[in-house]
């Protein structure tokens, strides 16, 4: 077993428990307390739909903060996700439109997805354009290319099976068992095979990383694939549970990601943070979202919140990874 | 990169080989073309209107050449856009400000924006790409928590003359765009200022230790960058008549398309205002262009998204060729 | 048997002319240097002087454009880290590379973890092999579960030596390993160097610290500029000859040094203290004064010119300038004070390589070429063709890139922009260190010059040569105190050399 392969394992075995716990316990206990408080201005928050339907509707984000979350624990950051999210899931509804077999059109997004963001990260580590601005412009091409394709149509009269999203799995909705099980694969990953723990390697010391037998470039290609991955994942996720596609990016999306794997507990400047994190994270900015209708706080504030939130959150984290570096670390 | 082993320079004379110049002639074949595809193209009419709409963006790629020649970035600019465009109309809306006031407060409040920037990036040291999309999200959060996703109508005929009027023919805010294209060209290159964004770009760290005000005159490019989104706001709401909370979206990606497009390394150290106006002029170009052939607005950003990423990948292939 | 008595006459490690050059730069010119079984065999030098690039070659990170490796007699090619592993090569950097979130236990079985069924990693097994290395080096205060994250830096030290050693590592490198330790994880560093002696593993410490080469090796190398000096066994040498024989260079035609009249102090510093490497420093120079600053790698001496200059300002303490008390919080207030500061490290702090000659010298000098911020283009040019006529640097023109430029021309450069300014005092931080035999005439010329015009000195040197040759005092620094202060008659290279490494007569106060 190489270098690498080992560090994810060991890591995923106590490490994990010990010192990241307490990222993931504060989240989980943000995510309870909230709801608390919330019940107790506005109970009807609490009420079971309520809180289904803020899980369901979603999950989606949580899933493409997975990928996210690698992405950025890479040393890398992407942007384009959310125009990505919209045409995957405009192909997705038009090929079940068109009378394509259901499963294709719940593949294709998924290699679609894969293959656009695994060429980005082939030009981001072998052409060594910083990754900004090759997923800058990339969301442009998806964005606009998706505009003048379909003219913002909507997409209606969606087959039946389609909707993947309405079934369940032994009682639990499909959005949340894929959640739930996308992020425990990908964190379990990440942990215990030496690809996953190379990401970790590759972001938070690069030296020391291909020391270890790491191919820095290979890693990089590999996290934007399996970004597309869990991004086509997302979209099938989102469009499986509309009536109406709109073939349109959802605005704001790539930041609601970004920000739930900021307030996870991935440091932006990369090599720390898990994906159970992320997911944590997501469900509280849903919640959060949800909380300031409950008490009757215009939604139109939300991204605002959401924005004071990852600069809050940003610049905690390197205010204390420069203290951290001070204090002797890395030197 | 061995220095010491470069070839000696070719016989061309130097500015002949310039990248602005290149991109100068590359314009105006395009010109040309367009010209006889389409005979309204090279009328002074569109060409003036062409200038019009090129002036937002204009405004704000000044300033962010700046930036991008120090090796950062900012890709809060749209956001600031929208947030003064919005505090422009809810101050005088809502505030009761007289009209003028609520000019200045909105270019304020963009010259804040920036600021904020240019503070935590110089005194946190967090790097500008990481700041500036968070604030990305504050600031659009802020623009849209404000209005409440109301527009603001009803401004005084006066009001529109920066964004519809003009002087002598001239568009009005072209002809602003034009003042400040050469006193940002004649700082870069003539002044201390230009010559210290060149040195923090080229070497950061010797650029301290030579005393020049590092982290005075990065704080001072951010600032700019707000406040010219600042001003864009201002021009924009005045061609457009109303102020709507969405305003400036996707404005970073022409912006930094345009200066990239330019000849400005993203990676620092070089570029010129000169070549920024002439990526400016290309990408308004290919919008016209595109617009004039059929193809509807949305779509071009597809191709500005693809001509950023192509000119990145020709700068940094020539750059390899040249080590 | 008789295999095993050859062999251990051979030696563990051999290299022989070891040739290595990067773009620009001769990092190591025909290098030899061997190390047996069971022997600790000290590389010492100065920085620049090679020993880092030579450990990479070892531990495969580089190849050699030229010579030969050989392990055991027998010659050895790595073309990767990992050939150099499965030679039972194990270096210990300075930057520790180990990995926070995980255990001691993991950390050290990077890589090899005992495996069980199915080709899983055997966590217990894995625990218990730490435990018995852990033993085997009587190391009581760590356990094989604690998180390396939270361990202070001698503890993860020793886990990295636990690391090299889980390899079955018969040559462990240490570069420069007790930078960061205190006195008692020095004494424990040394008592497991003892114990690896005794196991046959050949040891190859980096250090520049006498005192421990003196306390722990069997042998010294010493290499300067790149090549190798010489070797000599620890109990046959002194210290005063490793110093000779590390920042001694043949004694050029350093220019004469002339009298020149020493005014009143333009520098008086006092207590200045900043962490970490400045402790409490007081000195003063004067008006045509050459003060040289002595001292080994590390002591402090660029650290405590940051802080004058105003890169790293003071903590505490007091800064005086022609009797005038100044705060300096950044160079921008040093050079409005007539402070100049010509760099150690050239090509990252003293000159923007891509720009021109012609940019570069007026580079600390753009405030009194402009007015209203507009550059007097016509002034700026005169300035740099002065310059370059002054310093006699070989360039086509002002308008060539710096970076093209030889090393001696490079810092020629750096020296005119900051004499542009008129400074009242210049501290020089290495001014010569990789510079030709002419240049280095030149800026000696230069200083004598300068001095003789009123401009107070400040020169730090690792050259024992240039200090004395050179300096009408000489203060030396060690570990970011002052320690001894010299006028120029009594200065020699015994006495200065013998205060850099510490064994000098006088006795000094404990921190």
Not at chain 1, 153 to 179: C, E, K, S
Not at chain 1, 200 to 219: K, M, S
Not at chain 1, 301 to 315: F, H, N, Q
Not at chain 2, 272 to 280: D, F, N, Q, S, Y
């Amino acid at each position: 077993m190489s270098a690498t392969a080992f560090v994810a394992a060991a890591s995923a075995r106590n490490g994990g428990l010990r010192r990241f716990a307490s990222q993931e316990a504060l989240l989980a206990v943000a995510v309870i307390g909230l709801a608390i408080v919330v019940g107790f201005i506005n109970p009807r928050f609490l009420a079971a739909r309520n809180l289904s339907d803020l899980l369901l509707g979603n999950a989606y984000i949580a899933i493409a903060a997975v990928g996210m979350s690698m992405v950025i624990i890479s040393g890398n950051i992407d942007i384009s996700v959310g125009a990505l999210i919209g045409v995957l899931a405009t192909l997705s509804g038009s090929m079940a439109v068109a009378g394509i077999p259901t499963v294709l059109c719940w593949l294709t997004p998924l290699i679609f997805g894969l293959s656009v963001m695994a060429a980005q990260g082939a030009v981001v580590a072998y052409l060594r354009i910083p990754a900004i601005v090759v997923t800058l412009g990339m969301m442009s091409i998806l964005k606009g290319g998706l505009i003048s394709v379909t003219g913002g149509r909507w997409i209606t009269d969606l087959p039946q099976d389609f909707h993947l999203a309405d079934r369940n799995i032994y009682g639990v909705p499909m959005p949340v068992a894929i959640m739930v099980v996308a992020t425990a694969l990908a964190a379990l990953w990440m942990r215990y095979s030496a690809a996953g723990r190379a990401i970790y390697a590759t972001g938070g010391n690069a030296e020391a990383a291909r020391l270890c037998g790491v191919n820095p470039q290979r890693t990089v290609v590999m996290v934007f694939a399996l970004h597309g991955l869990f991004a086509g994942i997302a979209a099938l996720v989102y469009a499986t549970q509309l009536r109406v596609i709109q073939s349109t990016t959802p605005p704001g999306l790539e930041l609601t990601v970004i920000t739930a794997s900021v307030v996870g507990g991935v440091s932006i400047l990369g090599g720390v943070g898990t994906v159970v994190g992320s997911t944590l994270a997501a469900i509280l900015i849903a919640e959060i979202t949800s909380a300031l209708v409950f008490i009757n706080v215009s939604p139109y504030w939300t991204d605002a919140v959401r924005g004071a939130l990852i600069l809050a959150t940003v610049i905690a984290d390197i205010v204390r990874r420069q203290r951290r570096a001070a204090r002797g670390w890395k030197r | 990169m061995s220095l010491a082993a470069m070839k000696p320079a070719r016989p061309l004379p130097r500015w002949l080989a310039r990248h602005e110049t290149l991109l100068a002639a590359i314009l105006i074949v395009a010109l040309i073309a367009l010209g006889s595809f389409n005979e309204v193209f090279l009328t002074p009419d569109n060409l003036l209107n062409q200038g019009r709409f090129m002036t937002e963006t204009g405004l704000i790629a000044l300033p962010m050449t700046f930036v991008i020649i120090t090796g950062g970035i900012d890709l809060s600019v749209g956001a600031i856009v929208g947030l003064c465009a919005i505090m422009l109309g809810y101050s005088w809306k809502t505030f009761g400000f007289p009209l003028p006031l609520a000019i200045i407060f909105a270019l304020g409040v963009g010259a804040l924006a920036g600021f904020m920037n240019g503070l935590v990036i110089t005194r946190l040291k967090v790097p500008p790409l990481i700041m500036t999309i968070a604030t990305l999200a504050l600031y659009r959060g802020l623009a849209e928590g404000v209005s409440q996703a109301h527009s603001v109508r009803g401004y005084p005929d006066w009001f529109y003359f920066l964004g519809q009027g003009s002087v002598f023919g001239v568009p009005t805010q072209l002809l602003i765009l034009i003042v400040l294209i050469i006193a940002a060209g004649v700082a870069l290159d003539r002044t201390t200022f230009g010559r210290t964004l060149y040195a923090i770009g080229a070497n950061e760290t010797a650029a301290r230790f030579s005393a020049l005000s590092v982290d005075r005159t990065k704080l001072i490019i951010y600032t700019l960058s707000g406040l010219a989104s600042g001003l864009a706001a201002f021009v924009l709401v005045s061609r457009v008549t109303t102020t709507r909370m969405d305003m400036g979206m996707g404005y970073e990606l022409d912006v930094i398309a345009a200066v990239v497009l330019g000849g400005t390394s993203i990676f620092g150290g070089s570029g010129t205002i000169w070549g920024t106006v002439i990526g400016l002029v290309m990408i308004q170009l290919l919008k016209n262009g595109l617009a004039l052939t059929g193809v509807k607005g949305d779509a071009t950003i597809v191709v500005i998204g693809g001509a950023l990423i192509l000119s990145v990948l020709i700068a940094s292939s020539l750059q390899r060729r040249r080590e | 048997m008789s295999d095993r008595m050859a062999s251990a006459s051979v030696p563990l490690l051999q290299l022989r002319d070891i040739e290595k050059t990067f773009p620009g730069v001769r990092a190591l010119s025909e290098v030899s240097f061997d190390v047996r079984a069971g022997e600790v065999h000290a590389l010492l030098g100065e920085n620049g002087a090679g020993k880092s690039t030579l450990i990479k070659i070892v531990s495969g990170v580089y190849q050699p454009d030229s010579g030969v490796i050989l392990i055991d007699g027998r010659e050895a090619h790595f073309a990767t880290p990992e050939d150099a592993k499965r030679a039972g090569v194990a270096t210990i950097y300075q930057e520790l590379l180990l990995f926070p979130e995980l255990t001691v236990a993991e950390n050290i079985f990077l890589g090899h973890a005992p495996r069980g069924r199915l080709g899983r990693i055997d966590w217990t097994a894995m625990r218990a092999n730490a435990e018995e290395l852990l033993a085997s080096l009587d190391i009581d205060d760590l356990a094989s579960d604690m998180i390396v994250g939270s361990l202070p830096v001698g503890n993860r030290q020793r886990v990295e030596i636990l690391r090299a050693l889980s390899h079955d590592a018969r040559i462990l490198i240490m570069d420069e390993p007790t930078a960061a330790l205190t006195e008692s994880d020095v004494m424990r560093l040394f008592d497991i160097v003892r114990r690896l002696k005794a196991r046959g593993v050949a040891v190859v410490y980096i250090s520049h610290r006498l005192d421990e080469i003196f306390a722990i090796a069997d042998r010294v190398t010493v290499l300067r500029d790149g090549a190798y000096v010489g070797a000599r066994e620890v109990a046959e040498t002194s210290a005063a000859e490793l110093v000779q024989m590390m920042v001694g260079r043949r004694i050029e035609n350093l220019f004469p040094k002339t009298a020149v009249p020493i005014g009143g102090p333009v520098l008086e510093a006092r207590d200045l203290v900043r962490r970490p490497m400045t402790k409490k420093v007081s000195f003063a120079v004067r008006r045509g004064e050459i003060v040289g600053l002595a001292g080994l790698v590390g002591s402090g001496r660029s650290e405590l010119a940051q802080t004058i200059f105003g890169v790293t300002p003071a903590e505490s303490g007091e800064i005086r300038l022609l009797g005038e008390t100044v705060k300096i919080d950044s160079p921008e207030s040093a050079r409005a004070k007539g402070i100049a500061y010509v760099p150690e490290d050239r090509g990252v702090q003293g000159l923007v390589r891509a720009m021109s000659v012609l940019h570069n010298f007026s580079l600390a000098a753009l405030n009194g070429l402009s007015r209203w911020g507009f550059i007097d283009r016509s002034a700026e040019r005169r300035m740099a063709e002065e310059g370059v006529e002054r310093f006699s640097v070989r360039t086509s023109s002002v308008d060539e890139i710096a970076g093209r430029l030889s090393g001696g021309n490079q810092q020629k450069i750096v020296l005119g922009k900051w004499l542009a300014n008129n400074p009242r005092l210049l501290i020089l931080d290495e001014p010569t260190r990789g510079i030709d035999v002419g240049a280095k005439a030149e800026i000696h010329r230069l200083m004598g010059e300068l001095a003789a015009g009123g401009v107070a000195i400040l020169m730090i040197s690792s050259e024992l040569p240039e200090v004395l040759g050179m300096s009408d005092r000489v203060l030396v620094m060690r570990e970011g105190r002052l320690v001894a202060e010299f006028d120029r008659a009594r200065a020699t290279s015994e006495a200065v050399g013998a205060a850099m490494m510490g064994s000098e007569p006088h006795v000094e106060k404990a921190a």
